[in-house]
T-cell receptor, first 120, second 112 residues
């Protein structure tokens, strides 16, 4: 099936640990994203990569380090986990990246199923 | 600013129409979107509208955009129990690197 997949679906860990969440898309897209959804369901972008290059970094603590080994993968590594990191993390991908030209293309983002991270 | 606001909760009877509202503050929005999130699932794009349009219809869904008031709405005709979910509006802006700014989400509950 063509899709955006994430592993693991659930992740329970202790404060202070280091963990990674993996994301893969087989849609042939150039751009990938990480979003965080908090306990109140508020969704906010964290990072965006285009062709393995970091494009957006939205004031995320440097304990969070995205890594894109290739265009189809964008992994999220989190060091020294804190209670406030508990959330659902969504990966997404889209075909092209908006460079801000006059004709901005419509560019649907496809979301993965999410990873629920619980820090105890 | 990038504030996108929605009412938190909406309850309707099956078969009625639902109207979910969204207000945004940034007038440079290029596209506006409606996403649906079912419990324990990811986000599913329902529909979108380009900022130079004021209405878009897609089967049971009607999107209205009032740029002057920065108001977006989603009308679901003949609402079914399967429409129960959280609905998010979102905006993207030219040169924003495709960043989606999401609204606060509206929980739609459809009662029999």
């Amino acid at each position: 099936d063509t899709a955006v997949s994430q592993t693991p679906k659930y992740l329970v860990t202790q404060m202070g640990n280091d963990k990674s969440i993996k994301c893969e898309q087989n849609l042939g897209h150039d751009t990938m994203y990480w979003y965080k959804q908090d306990s109140k369901k508020f969704l906010k972008i964290m990072f965006s990569y285009n062709n393995k290059e970091l494009i957006i970094n939205e004031t995320v603590p440097n304990r969070f380090s995205p890594k894109s080994p290739d265009k189809a993968h964008l992994n999220l590594h989190i060091n020294s986990l804190e209670l406030g990191d508990s959330a659902v993390y969504f990966c997404a991908s889209s075909q092209v990246w908006d460079r801000g030209g006059r004709d901005t293309p419509y560019n649907e983002q496809f979301f993965g199923p999410g990873t629920r991270l619980t820090v105890l | 600013g990038e504030d996108v606001e929605q009412s938190l909760f909406l309850s309707v009877r099956e078969g009625d129409s639902s109207v979910i509202n969204c207000t945004y503050t940034d007038s440079s929005s290029t596209y506006l979107y409606w996403y649906k999130q079912e419990p324990g699932a990811g986000l599913q794009l329902l529909t979108y509208i380009f900022s130079n349009m004021d209405m878009k219809q897609d089967q049971r869904l009607t999107v209205l955009l009032n740029k002057k008031d920065k108001h977006l709405s989603l009308r679901i005709a003949d609402t079914q129990t399967g429409d129960s979910a959280i609905y998010f509006c979102a905006e993207s802006m030219r040169g924003g690197g495709n960043k989606l700014t999401f609204g606060t989400g509206t929980q739609l509950k459809v009662e029999l």
